[in-house]
């Protein structure tokens, strides 16, 4: 059973600190999306990649947030520096060409204090 | 992409069918209706998706209006783990059709949180 997996799980550091999120897409799928879920603003898209080119990030904080794709197998989120308001529950997302749903992975829940 | 409105809650009894409904009166020809559920603290779970006709699928059906202007997402018989946030997403398809650059970005609308009752 092919799934997305993402690392860490839970992230708790402090305000300054560099934060990378790895994402493991499913293989075989060559887009890759970065999602951001908080209470108040619900899930929000950050960023997607098709066969590893950055498609859009317009609702990335660009000042901050990064998002690669260093190879076919993984995408990276990295924050630097992380701020309070940075904390959320961070999710990505696989689909293969020609097929419409997306595939999410577990998250990686960050604290930043 | 066209905006979506959802009831922020419904409820229903265990074992009968559950009517999700969606408003989406500014959608476009080529946007397509998604489905997706969360259960709490996991991603998003795709359940279905259609343009115009109506759809079946193991999980459930989605009844979209003539007009296109509404849909309906139909458990059919609901049980108590179907107790999740259920999202309507309307959005162009991913990926266009015969090539091109027109990407579908999925726009989470806050939901409708489905309560079933024993």
């Known amino acids: 059973d092919a799934r997305v997996t993402q690392t860490p799980r839970d992230k708790v550091t402090e305000m300054g600190q560099e934060v990378t999120m790895r994402c493991q897409p499913i293989?075989?799928?060559?887009?890759v999306f970065w999602y951001r879920q908080t209470m108040m603003q619900g899930l929000e898209l950050l960023a997607y990649?098709?066969?590893?080119?950055?498609?859009?990030d317009s609702g990335m904080p660009k000042d901050r947030f990064s998002a690669e794709m260093p190879d076919a197998t993984l995408a990276t989120l990295k924050i630097q520096p992380s701020e309070p308001r940075d904390s959320a529950v961070y999710f990505c997302?696989?689909?293969?060409?020609?097929?419409?749903?997306?595939?999410f992975g577990p998250g990686t829940r960050l604290t930043v204090t | 992409d066209a905006k979506t409105t959802q009831p922020p809650s419904m409820d229903c009894a265990e074992g009968r069918a559950a009517n999700l409904p969606c408003n989406h009166s500014?959608?476009?020809?080529?946007?397509?209706v998604y489905w997706y559920r969360q259960i709490h603290s996991q991603g998003p779970q795709y359940i279905i998706h259609?343009?115009?006709n109506n759809e079946t699928n193991e999980m459930a059906s989605l009844i979209i209006t003539e007009d296109r202007k509404s849909s309906t997402l139909i458990l059919p018989h609901a049980t108590l783990r179907d107790t999740v946030v259920y999202y309507c997403?309307?959005?162009?398809?991913?990926?266009?059709?015969?090539?091109?650059?027109?990407?579908?970005?999925?726009?989470f609308g806050q939901g409708t949180i489905l309560t079933v009752h024993p």
């Open positions: 259609g343009l115009k």
């Open positions: 997403i309307v959005t162009r398809p991913y990926p266009k059709k015969g090539g091109g650059t027109s990407y579908g970005k999925l726009t």
């Open positions: 500014t959608i476009s020809g080529n946007e397509y």
């Open positions: 997302a696989s689909a293969p060409d020609g097929v419409y749903e997306q595939y």
């Open positions: 293989l075989g799928h060559n887009t």
């Open positions: 990649f098709r066969n590893r080119a950055p498609l859009d």
